[in-house]
């Protein structure tokens, strides 16, 4: 028996609705399992990787306090400490 790979995956969408489209899709993958965490705010998406880093982030560009570019520049500042 393979045992499934479990990647952590930070989405961050200010659309309800695309966040769940995005957890059923990966859902149906019958070889790894995934942890998902859910952000709208980029702001609440920093805090998160602040504590724990994650495998993939699935990025919204226009968020509602931040565009993605901008999310990626404090993000390249969490990682660079």
């Known amino acids: ?11 961050l969408d200010d659309c309800h609705e695309d966040s769940q489209t995005y957890q ?35 990025l919204d560009f226009l968020l509602p306090d931040l565009n993605g570019i901008q999310f990626i520049d404090a993000l390249e500042a969490i990682a660079n400490g």
């Open 24 to 58: 059923r899709f990966l859902e149906r993958d019958r070889i790894n399992s995934y942890e998902m965490h859910p952000a709208y705010y980029a702001g609440e998406a920093l805090q998160f990787c602040e504590t724990q880093w994650p495998d993939l982030i699935v």
């Open 1 to 11: 028996m393979m045992l499934k790979k479990k990647f952590v995956i930070l989405v």
